[in-house]
């Protein structure tokens, strides 16, 4: 079976909200682009979150845009087996250095976690950490269909009070 990679942090010194997915998905692995399935509803999400839309802008502007409002990208797996992109069929996975990352960023105040396999491993690894907003989101995965994403913007809506807004 093939070892699914993770992508390297979108950060900065002036990052002050870690979003944390699981792990990229076959879409963003063959494009090497955070959230690259059309119907994925990050950028959506996250523009709203950041008072900017985004998910027109091309990719390198996207990320630009993330790190000018304080808003960094990662994922809790550093690497796994999984056939496809659900999170369900991920096998043996290697966890990310989440703590190691966290430590370079002398801003940072919350971590969100986009999806239950995300919340569940950062929790694991952030445990202790102290000064930090941990924070659940629904999924910005089409395969998350239980909310809308209307009902899933309001609850990313939470994290506006964490960006910089210019």
Do not use: C
């Not at 209307?150 to 994290?159: D, F, M, R, T």
């Amino acid at each position: 079976m093939t070892v699914k990679r993770h992508f390297a942090p979108v950060v900065d010194e002036n990052t002050r909200l870690l979003v944390l997915g699981s792990l990229p998905g076959d879409a963003s692995l063959k494009a090497a682009q955070y959230y690259a399935h059309p119907q994925n509803g990050f950028w959506r999400l996250i523009g709203g979150v950041i008072g900017r839309v985004v998910h027109a802008l091309p990719y390198p502007e996207r990320l630009e845009a993330l790190k000018a409002a304080g808003v960094g990208l990662w994922d809790v797996i550093a690497s796994a087996e999984r056939p496809g992109s659900l999170d369900a069929a991920i096998r043996s996975p290697e966890a990310a250095d989440l703590r190691g990352l966290i430590t370079g960023l002398p801003k940072l105040e919350a971590v969100a976690f986009n999806g239950a396999t995300s919340a569940k491993g950062g929790r694991r690894t952030l445990a202790g950490v102290e000064g930090l907003t941990l924070i659940d989101l629904p999924s910005s995965s089409p395969a998350h269909a239980t909310r809308s994403l209307s009902e899933k913007a309001e609850i990313w809506a939470q994290l506006t009070r964490f960006v910089t807004h210019s």
